[in-house]
Structures are given as structure tokens and as C-alpha cells.
């Protein structure tokens, strides 16, 4: 099974910046397409952003474009998330996910989850 790890996370001031990672193993990295969702205390699981297996295609939220960025590195098993102008709407637990299509933005819809890293917004 597909195992994945996020790190990265933490306070940040609002307005700064912060870059996630998410590394997989037990997989070929390469075949999945990846994702990132995000979970405030008493909401659901919120799509953030996707990227396809070789990085052609991405898809992001409305809440976070032009600010966010995608990215994976499929020799290094990586994934990235750069995330610029935070917000305090922004903070939440943020998890990698790994699916069979990058378009999903349905949390349901995606197969490997990671534990999950917390992102605080916050002066």
C-alpha cells in the first residue's frame, strides 16, 4: 500500500509564506496523480489543488489561486506545495493525497491519504 508524509507545516504570520512537502513510498509515484486537501476544526475535507502524473495539468480551488502552487518532483518521490500571501482562512490540518486521476475534486474520489500536517495563519 501507498504510503505518504506530509511535512512542513506551522505558524506563519499572515501575508507570509510557507512550502509544503509530501513524499511517498510502498508505490511508483510516477503513475498516480497527486493532491492536496485541507480540513478546518468542524468542517469537511476541502480540495485545495491537484497536479496530474507528469505534472502536465493542475487544478486549483477558487480560494486559492494565484496564491498557491503545485508542483511534484516523480524522481524524488515528492510532492510540493508553495503557498504565498497566507490568510487566516488558510489555517487548517493540510493532507497529500495520491488517486487515479487528477481532476477529483471530491475527497471520496482519491485513494491514499497522508497523516496530515497543520498550517496556522495567525499574527
Known amino acids: 500500500q501507498v504510503q505518504l508524509v506530509e511535512s512542513g507545516g506551522g505558524l506563519v504570520q499572515p501575508g507570509g509564506s510557507r512550502k509544503l512537502s509530501c513524499t511517498a513510498s510502498?508505490?511508483?509515484?510516477?503513475?498516480?496523480?497527486m493532491g492536496w486537501f485541507r480540513q478546518a476544526p468542524g468542517k469537511g475535507r476541502e480540495f485545495v489543488t491537484s497536479?496530474?502524473?507528469?505534472?502536465?495539468?493542475?487544478l486549483y480551488a477558487d480560494s486559492v489561486k494565484g496564491r498557491f502552487a503545485i508542483s511534484r518532483d516523480n524522481a524524488k518521490n515528492t510532492m510540493f506545495l508553495q503557498m504565498n500571501n497566507l490568510k487566516p482562512e488558510d489555517t487548517a490540518a493540510y493532507y497529500c493525497?495520491?488517486?487515479?486521476?487528477?481532476?477529483?475534486?471530491?475527497?471520496?474520489?482519491?485513494?491514499?491519504w497522508g497523516q496530515g500536517t497543520q498550517v496556522t495563519v495567525s499574527s
Open positions: 493525497a495520491a488517486g487515479l486521476g487528477y481532476a477529483f475534486t471530491d475527497s471520496g474520489r482519491w485513494r491514499y
Open positions: 510502498g508505490g511508483t509515484f510516477s503513475i498516480y496523480a
Open positions: 497536479i496530474s502524473r507528469d505534472s502536465g495539468r493542475t
